[in-house]
């Protein structure tokens, strides 16, 4: 399952207004609807783009050939006047093998979408690192819970999402994105420091156990 459920390759995800941008490698370009892209690093986690059915397939093999041809995202939408500085982006090497393209065709303009998402974005992948795809800052918090809690040994309580949110922020185990489209976040959880904290937290009254747990 992915980490946003109603990411859908039909369905492209800019909004009204909203600032496109160009996807350009192997010599096409496309328009990219939304992104996730390490500024650090130039690792490209996520894209949605929109173009034609030829451009989607080169853009994205070239990508994925890590060819000597940089590829970039450039501020303004394909086939218009390009507003924004180019900025490079690369497949990061620890997502190679575990990336899904959908490609489906547009009804209405009849172009092309294609939705491109590493695997570490599916709350089934079997990784203690993970990517949160959220439609909202507001639904990442619920989001991270529902990843986190399949991947601790400790049942993590559903009221506890904020304050695993916002430990996580603070411990650096969840790193804000470059992002547009989309809200997106890596988490890198560290186990035996998130056992400590819950611990305390519990001991303090700053967390409370469920009746049922604590009936038990």
């Known amino acids: 399952m992915l980490a946003t459920q109603t990411l859908d390759p039909e369905d492209p995800v800019s909004g009204t207004g909203q600032v496109l941008y160009t996807i350009s490698a192997g010599g096409y370009s ?22 034609s059915q030829t451009a989607l397939k080169a853009i994205w093999a070239s990508l994925l050939k890590q060819q000597g041809d940089a590829a970039h995202i450039i501020r303004g939408a394909d086939g218009m006047l390009l507003s924004g500085d180019y900025q490079r982006c690369v497949i990061p090497f620890e997502t190679i093998g575990t990336w899904t393209t959908k490609i489906a065709r547009l009804p209405v303009s009849g172009g092309w979408h294609a939705l491109v998402y590493t ?98």
């Open 119 to 216: 695997k570490q974005a599916e709350d089934g992948f079997e990784k203690d690192t993970f990517l949160l795809l959220a439609r909202s800052v507001e639904e990442a918090p619920a989001l991270h819970h529902r990843f986190l809690d399949k991947r601790s040994p400790l049942p993590l309580h559903g009221s506890w999402a904020g304050w695993l949110w916002e430990r996580g922020i603070e411990e650096g185990e969840i790193v804000p994105l470059q992002s547009v489209g989309i809200s997106a976040y890596r988490c890198s959880p560290k186990s035996d420091k998130l056992r400590e904290d819950l611990s305390a937290a519990v001991a303090s009254g700053r967390l409370t156990l469920p009746k049922e747990a604590s009936d038990g």
């Open 30 to 51: 496309a328009t990219a609807d939304a992104f996730a892209r390490d500024e650090r690093t130039e690792g490209l986690w996520f894209v949605s783009m929109v173009g």
